[in-house]
């Protein structure tokens, strides 16, 4: 079963906002990563954070970690329309064995950046 | 990046045929790879676990004589849908993961769109 939420489950916004989204999980984790789907496509790796790190930049992207709360947070800034797509947090669980490298994918977030 | 293909990228097939997906590592060798489901509107569920040269690990729930797994080489592994029947109809993902240290990064492959008739 899926063990991440996230929220919102859909977000819609005008071009030049910022866009928030966050992702809660259940288990201990190495990493938490971030990924964007466009409608119908593969997956896109946007970012990856690791356990022992609070905040990471990439471009427009700023990601969280509090692992007190087990929670992270996507932050998109100065949107535009081409970022319209779903997003999603996966955490790679601690633990070895059959464990090992296993995602876990939040329920996703649907961005609709308006032109 | 490292590059991840799959084929075919879409399928339709009649109820009780067997379909074949595959899902190659381009540029890298991949120990591991991972094959998730994902239904419209749901999220990516996995699947099985695909290790070179051994069995591949399912996830509860899952068939693995429905769903046959095979990781034959450092940059190919198969997923065979047998008998497949309409409630299969679903979007197959795989990933592979970097075969070095330190890398945690998982590769997805642009998926396969399977609809049984």
């Known amino acids: 079963s899926q063990q991440g939420e996230e929220d919102p489950q859909a977000l819609s916004i005008q071009e030049g906002e910022n866009a928030t989204m966050n992702c809660s999980y259940k288990t201990s984790i190495n990493n938490l990563q971030w990924y964007r789907q466009n409608s119908g496509r593969g997956l896109v790796h946007l970012i990856l954070i690791r356990s022992n790190e609070r905040e990471k930049h990439s471009g427009r992207l700023r990601v969280t970690l509090d692992t007190s709360k087990k929670s992270s947070s996507l932050l998109i800034t100065a949107s535009r329309a081409a970022d319209t797509a779903s997003y999603f947090c996966?955490?790679?669980?601690?633990?070895?064995?059959?464990?090992?490298?296993?995602?876990?994918f939040g329920q996703g977030t649907i961005l609709t950046v308006h032109p | 990046g490292a590059v991840v293909s799959q084929h075919p990228s879409w399928v339709i097939c009649k109820s009780g045929t067997s379909v074949k997906i595959e899902c190659r590592s381009l540029?890298?060798?991949?120990?591991?790879m991972f094959w998730y489901r994902q239904f419209p509107k749901q999220s990516l569920m996995l699947m099985a676990t695909s290790n070179e040269g051994s069995k591949a690990t399912y996830e509860q729930g899952v068939e693995k004589d429905k769903f046959l797994i095979n990781h034959a080489s450092l940059t190919l592994s198969t997923l065979t849908v047998t008998s497949a029947h309409p409630e299969d109809s679903s979007f197959y993902i795989c990933?592979?993961?970097?075969?070095?240290?330190?890398?945690?990064?998982?590769?997805f492959g642009p998926g396969t769109r399977l609809l049984v008739l």
């Open positions: 990933s592979a993961r970097v075969n070095r240290a330190h890398q945690e990064t998982q590769y």
């Open positions: 540029d890298f060798q991949a120990t591991t």
């Open positions: 996966a955490t790679d669980a601690k633990g070895g064995g059959t464990s090992y490298g296993k995602l876990t």
